[in-house]
């Protein structure tokens, strides 16, 4: 038998499989472009070279995985040969490892597209929590109709792509050895293949010196910014290639270059002033009612110039206010509202903060408000267990959790639609109200505007969107549960904080992360709240002390990155969306890649819509961003 033949059949093999992967994903990275043309800026959709050029810089990412799949099989399938062992046997083997990590790949491709119009981003680690829950998730993939076709072709292609690779291996003309015959031609074949893959899977960003590709950085997502149209530049990355490297970081702290003692210096200055500023505002202890709401991004009120009248009651109640129209949410996310809400500190960015140590001990709004008096309710329309949720308020606890397990069934994909969960939670109220002497803060986390929808009559057939039903009918609900509470007695003496939990993707993309993803409504309705419109700039961290500040409530135990927005101002914004982390001033807006460490800066004042970077002054924004960071690093370790 030549030496030869064998590896060549398995090089064959292999690179027949290659080129097979890199032909479904362009023609996913294709439909993707097709399908979500409308994210696109105007101009870029009749430009085939700037589309062309997305697409070759995407297969370079493909490529890259690819490559660093094959690296096992390559290094086992030549050194079998190298000793004359193969069996075709051992080929099948690889070849089933093969079909699956290609199709695991694939599958993920497919089902980012409808991610996209969601999120303005591909998925991330942290969406991959979602696999603790199936039913929710396939739930979710097959109850909307762009989901479900995605879903349905993405388990086609899967099991053709385990086809083909299955067939490639078949069809590879192996000659079984029967005796081990070591070959060194074979060895340093292996060897040069390994490398050749290792180099490939690594990649490499263009130099920007006088070093050789070689010897570059790693492959990062910067290869992928190459225009102005952020929705060109994300197709142009790999969604598994992107998961790929949140593995590999970790447990990864990242590197702020701030010492933990100015970290410190930052922290108690916030919270000294904070705690200095907290004064008496309201005649006695008023009831808090909070409802985060969820993806109510700022940009489907009529107060932010949307015109198709989907928040009226929303919008009327932010008219009447004490309203703050600059407001950010801290993440993206729900479990990043969820935390920042209740305990006045930031997220990480792709971090589930509730899973974090911050959980245990930390000073946050439930047990502040228990220690003076008040009940602490928080009502979901899910499991308790999902995000942590569980763990998370047993370590902030609250009196009790109302949740799935409570209410015993479901009206959708996530529990129960929002007049249910409202309805519920005013029952639960209005007994606790009977207690006079003891006022009660009751959270409430509504679910009806996120996918899978499950709009009921008339709400279902309003709007040709559904995106726009569930708004309408989310809004509708606030809408009843705050006329029946206004009949109530308990009315007169409450307060009522409106948020959303984060925003969504509305209209075309601004800027390199949409601002409608984070933009929110925050606003402060009551008796005794005086209405008023503030522009300045204000986050969900905020809330805590305000509304100590409001209640009266002094806490020298007060540990948060908040501020009170009654007495104090914000000089900038600092949140995460996406893989950026951002930083807003009342004029100026910077955007930090946290995988590529590459920072733009844009002129709110000239150019809103994030069109066009200016040359800037960054490093007092990477400064900003950072302090941030090691504080929550700073105040995490103090905490354990």
Known sequence: MNKWHNIKECGKFILKSHFSFLLICMVIRITEIITCRHLMLEESR???????????????FDNSVSAMFMLIPVLVLGLFCTFGIIKKSILKGFAILIGILYALSVAVSVGNIPY???????????????????GEMIGMMTGEPLYLTFFITGWIIVAAIIYIIWRFAKSTNIIEGKESSFSWQNLTATVFAFIFCFLMGRGNNPPTNNKGAIFGRPLTFIFAIYCDDAFLNLSAQSPTFGLIKEMSHLGRKIKT??????????????QNLTKASLTDTCSKKKNIVMIIMESLSANYMATFGNKAGLTPCLDSLFANS?????????????????FSTQTSLPGCLNINMLETPLNKDHTSLAPVLSANGYSTDFFISHAKTFDNISVFFVAQPFDKIHSEEEYGYREMEWGLRDSTLLAIALDSINHLSTDTTKPFYTAILTCSNHPTFSIPSPYNEMYPEIEHCAVRYADASIDTFMKKAAKEPWFDNTIFVFTGDHGRLVGTPDGKVSSSLNHVPIFIYGKEIQPAKDSSLTMQIDLEPTILSILGLQCPEFAGLGINRMKMKRDTAVYTSNNYFIARTSDKAYFLNMDTNAGTLYN???????????????????????LQIQALYTIQNREK
């Open 257 to 270: 270059g701030i010492t933990t003692e100015e970290a410190s210096v930052y922290t108690n200055s916030i």
């Open 46 to 60: 009749s430009d085939i070279a700037k589309i062309t050029e997305g697409v070759l810089r995407g297969m370079v």
């Open 116 to 134: 996209i119009t969601y999120k303005m981003a591909n998925v991330c680690l942290a969406d991959l929590s979602y696999l603790s829950k199936p």
């Open 322 to 338: 004490l309203a703050y129209y600059n407001a950010w949410s801290n993440g993206a996310r729900t479990n990043n509202a969820i």
């Open 604 to 626: 709110l004042k000239k150019d809103y819509s994030l069109s066009t970077p200016i040359e800037g002054n960054v490093p007092e924004f990477d400064r900003q961003i950072m």
